[in-house]
């Protein structure tokens, strides 16, 4: 299997180096040959290359079975123009290869749900899975640009049906591997994007029949979310209003260096990266926390690689990590150990069996 | 003065009952002299009239010096086509009276504080204001239709420069009243018109030198308001942001049921209703909280009425009446009190000097 790194910016380098450790201690437990190539995007790319997503990179993503990416962004390229931002390389290599679906899984550990700024009986329990729509919707949309002498500016929602039934089908699926719950989330009182969308929401109920469907407004969904968390199994919504809400959600455990994401398309390819950001304030310094990385690199076990038991065998040993009382700077757990990036990647290399 | 009441659907009737007399009252104390005329709108237009917003209503509205709502919507509706939706009477009363600053106060009542979902040291000492730009973006922009044979779909993100100018003046003018902290919230990774609104906050914060600034993009905010609330003063945003923003924040004090809403627009000429909803499965059951419709009414003296006094003294007393124990079935206060509609607007009366 190819695996491309994209260790981007900050602390990306120091966690890609960790979910590569990771995945080589499983590849050798399981007999699989997992070969790596590193790549530039983001700040880094542009530092290096005058772009934050060059040719070279694009190349070997395209040819590759799965990508793991650190993270992109940071103050020092805040102010050059928008196309030559950071983040421009992030949106430029979901949209070439066609990573249409986000997968955000929101869970809390039971040993870090104390720093969750929610009282312990409304995040207990909660477990969701966040599907966004990533390559569609106002991110992509043209016209995109000033108009009446620069006195006025348009952006534009579009989205071809084949791009809301993609997605929608992809969350019935999920469901179906969950607690069949689906919530669908809309603005369908105000946008005919939406109303196109619960329309479709509602045909493709009928193919899945054992599936529960809710609609939400996108406003009543950014409330529930805060008020019950425990009430969603999985949540489906489009590329902005799922940008909002699952960064929402991501806070809710308390533990966002914990949290992994997946995009993915239909032939299995995908890329990985944790949910938080590239920390420049404290890259450098060893003290980053890996394990949003390393699930990063489970899910890419089980979505791109099918290697359900090595994705489990990971989470299962970062739990255990916890467990024993393990925590990196960003966390705290009542009398365990604050340990560096390179302990806490070798804790969970331990806990592998 | 003239007033149009706009009761609405479900709870509506109910606690405009309250509001009025809550008014007739400060009136009389204060020598002042409302007069109220009532309309139709939302479900209720609809069921009398076929339309969610009827001529003589918005006629009505076109020569009042403020208008209260109650609430609109419900189940009865739902399955109505989008024209003729009870929502669609709130957007055109909004869009025909051009009422463009949506404020949306969120503060916490310190006996109520135990039913946020946060943990009391998160939420405590909260006090944000949301400035909401309420008649454009994507709510109003054209195109907003089905394509290619209706497998397609645009809506339209449009602003004029001008729209949002006096939204962003009339925040930083609200931030000089309170603690001159303002956030403004935007997509500017993403979308052309949040960079727009992004040049024009940087040009505006010329002009009031004496307001620090800070932008945030839309999914750090959704997740700011969550761990941090306390960070906030003001915070200004487009249309469908502020939508999802607003209602995020109404929950974190866990008094929903209590907060006002002002849609005023420069000659203070403004619309004033709950952020709570219709509630039709408790309506007629004289349960409902009138307090977020009463504290709309003050919001009402306030900013369209320039009566700043009798304002807080109608905020005064309900404070008072939580202090004394008395809440609705929506709260709860330990050892206090539950009571119906009626007897909560006694209250009040009772506890106004
Ligand atoms: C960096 C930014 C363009 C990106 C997005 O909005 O999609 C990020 O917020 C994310 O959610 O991955
Ligand atoms: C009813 C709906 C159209 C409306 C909106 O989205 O503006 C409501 O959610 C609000 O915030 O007042």
Known sequence: KQI?????????????????????????????RFTFHQHAIGGDAIDQYGTPLPEDTIK????????????????????LPGYMRPEKGLLGIRKTLGLFANLRPVKGFS?????????EDVIKGSDILIIRELTGGLYFGQPSERRENGNAVVDTLYYHRSEMERIIDKAFQSARLRNKRLTSVDKANVLESSRMWREIVEEKSKDYPDVAVEHLLVDAAAMKLIT???????????????????DEASVLTGSLGMLPSASIRSDGVGLYEPVHGSAPDIAGKGIANPLGMILSAALMLRHSFQMEEEAAEIEEAVNETLEQGYYTADLHIKGGKQIGTKEMTEMVLENLT
């Open 111 to 119: 040993s870090l749900l104390h720093a969750s700024p929610l009282k």
């Open 228 to 246: 019950q968390p425990n009430h969603f199994d999985v949540i489906v919504t489009e590329n902005l209003f799922g940008d909002i809400l699952s």
């Open 60 to 79: 070997a993503c395209q040819n590759a079975d799965a990508i793991l990416l650190g993270a992109v962004g940071g103050k020092k390229w805040d102010s």
């Open 4 to 32: 491309i790194l994209l260790p981007g910016d900050g602390i990306g380098k120091e966690i890609i180096e960790s979910a590569k450790l990771v995945l080589n201690s499983v590849a050798s437990e399981y007999g699989h």
